[in-house]
């Protein structure tokens, strides 16, 4: 398969589902996403899941909020948040915009509207009515989820007005955890790797980048960039549960890795972080794809 940033063939990676671009450092997973699905659903606890990303999530929500006061245009309020999930973003949002959110998971969409807050369920852009736009669109942990990336960019330009926003918060390839794995899958302990791409999850991850490729294949979808950062990727509270939720982590080595990663919080300001936000802002030129 052909890299979707650089266009040359991805090498083979560290396992049969992996593979990277030498050229650029993309990285791609031939992993089925299975949302909905009954019994990709039954692997996931999702009360152990809200609280285990809780506390995280709305500390970087809160940011990313700033974020988009800073980089918005004067007067600009429409916000839509694809994959919301629990609505912690709508949440944290809703004071300074007025917000929407899609979420293609039923059973977690469902319990989000069951709040009062307002979610559309489906995917993007297939449920926004025609000639619907936004002056910011976010992607919280989403778009790395999503096989078809470049539609997906196409559409936000679409949706954006005159210029809106896009704001990604994802993974990052450059992150201390992820190199860490990648180095354990390298000597054959590839539980670390896999957690980390959610292999055996409803929605893996299928793409991971780092700031550069990841604004080098934004940028072909006429954008600009105009900020890019790190956000913290974990906190103590609610880890247990976040290494926990997914179900798959036997008692011994769940106290193992939580006591592990719990040591390493302090020394991680030093290291790349694992969770990388960038803004950018749509361009009067058609995207390239």
Not at 219 to 232: D, K, N
Request: hydrophobic residues 45%; proline residues 6%.
């Amino acid at each position: 398969m052909s890299c979707i940033v650089c266009g040359v063939p991805q090498a083979s990676g560290l396992t049969a589902w992996h593979a990277s671009c030498r050229k650029c450092g993309y990285e791609s997973a031939a992993l089925q996403v299975v949302i909905n699905e009954q019994s990709a659903g039954s692997l996931i606890d999702e009360d152990e899941r809200e609280l285990g990303l809780k506390a995280l999530r709305q500390e970087n929500f809160r940011d990313i909020v700033g974020i988009a006061r800073r980089y918005v245009r004067p007067g600009a309020k429409r916000l839509l948040d694809v994959g919301c999930a629990h609505g912690w973003f709508l949440e944290a949002a809703r004071g300074d915009f007025d917000v929407l959110g899609i979420e293609p998971d039923v059973v977690v969409g469902g319990r989000t509207a069951a709040r009062g807050l307002p979610v559309r369920a489906g995917f993007f852009p297939d449920v926004l009515q025609d000639g619907e736009t936004f002056d910011v669109i976010v992607f919280n942990d989403v778009i790395e989820h999503i096989p078809d990336i470049r539609a997906a960019l196409d559409a936000c330009h679409e949706r954006l007005s005159e210029d809106g926003i896009l704001i990604l918060n994802l993974p990052s390839s450059a992150g201390f955890f992820y190199r860490l794995a990648k180095l354990f899958a390298r000597v054959g302990w590839n539980g670390p790797f896999d957690r980390l791409w959610q292999k055996g999850l409803p929605s893996p991850h299928v793409h991971y980048f780092d700031p550069d490729n990841l604004d080098r294949l934004v940028a072909r979808h006429g954008f600009a960039c105009v900020h890019s950062g790190e956000l913290p990727s974990l906190r103590a509270n609610g880890l247990l549960e976040r290494i926990r939720y997914a179900g798959n982590i036997s008692g011994p080595s769940l106290y193992l890795q939580y006591s592990a990663v719990l040591c390493a919080i302090p020394l991680l300001r030093v290291f790349p972080s694992d969770i990388i936000v960038s803004v950018f802002r749509k361009t009067s030129a058609a995207p390239a794809s």
